[in-house]
């Protein structure tokens, strides 16, 4: 069943998606809460958008499930492939030349999804030192979605999932098949911590990190909530820190707290 927004619903409901996501969504978005939102209308058995609206407060599972459906989760293993060579080849190897085998390495993907990108980033790393667990390194995978932490956690993908950016020796090396889907290892799956977080609120119990990843997710936020996401994760950066963003993405006029550098190809930003 195809339900149908009225203006005057966007006009209550966008501000309300902007309070829980910071995603920015107007007029022009109308079939984004249509197609988004229409399943949950049906889940629990509303007419329209409005009630939807007044539910949303007494409810709290509709409010998450709010959440889960307007959030975009489309992700995929080794995405724009370069930021990951530069990990590996560069900004890892420079880490433990400078500060040793046994420094502490704490790298967060603020913007996890279902976990394809924190797994990326152990993958790489377990190339270069082939057992984690013998290192102090903490990879953090956060996501405001409960329902993408919760399948990022599992690690749990299907042949789809697996075929978008993972080569099949990568797949047969860190994963094991169980039925038609395939589980990431338990080295890897143990060596991350998930965390729902919203990016937009304080970052609670996040200690400084050497690199970020926060990639295609500010997008979706007005230009304020972008200069607020990225001084703070500039605050939550050791000195000389890192940070990774989306090829289509850009600081210029944003924020003054980074430098930008290149490596291969791969742009990204040094704390300044």
């Known amino acids: 069943m195809r339900y149908k927004i009225e203006n005057a619903e966007i006009d209550i409901l966008a501000p309300f998606i902007h309070k829980l996501t910071g995603i920015v969504l107007d007029y022009s978005k109308a079939y984004l809460f249509e197609t988004r939102l229409g399943p949950v209308l049906e889940k629990y058995s509303l ?5 939807l609206i007044s539910s949303i407060a007494l409810n709290r599972n509709i409010e998450r499930e709010v ?10 293993f080794f995405r724009d492939r370069s930021p990951f060579d530069f990990v590996q080849n560069k900004f890892f ?4 030349d400078k500060n040793g085998m046994n420094a502490p390495l704490r790298v967060w993907s603020a913007a996890s999804s279902t976990g394809q990108e924190i797994y990326s980033i152990a993958m790489s790393l377990q190339n270069i030192l082939f057992d984690l667990s013998k290192y102090n390194i903490n990879l953090l995978a956060t996501d405001i979605s409960d329902e993408a932490i919760s399948k990022a956690s599992i690690g749990r993908y299907n042949k789809f999932e697996l075929s978008r950016g993972l080569e099949l020796k990568t797949l047969h090396k860190y994963f094991n098949k169980e039925d038609i889907t395939w589980k990431i290892k338990d080295e890897i799956r143990h060596a991350v911590h998930f965390r729902r977080m ?4 304080p970052f609670v119990n996040v200690p400084k990190q050497n690199l970020i990843f926060c990639r295609n997710v500010a997008i979706y936020f007005s230009r304020e909530d972008r200069k607020t996401l990225y001084d703070r994760l500039a605050d939550h950066l050791v000195d000389d820190g890192v940070l990774v963003i989306s090829s289509t993405e850009s600081l210029a006029g944003i924020t003054d707290k980074f430098i930008k550098e290149q490596f291969h190809g791969a742009v990204f930003y040094r704390k300044s």
């Open 67 to 76: 959440i889960d459906a307007i959030t975009t989760q489309e992700t995929l």
């Open 47 to 51: 007419t329209n958008f409005q009630e």
């Open 198 to 201: 919203n990016l937009l609120k």
């Open 93 to 96: 190897p420079d880490f433990f």
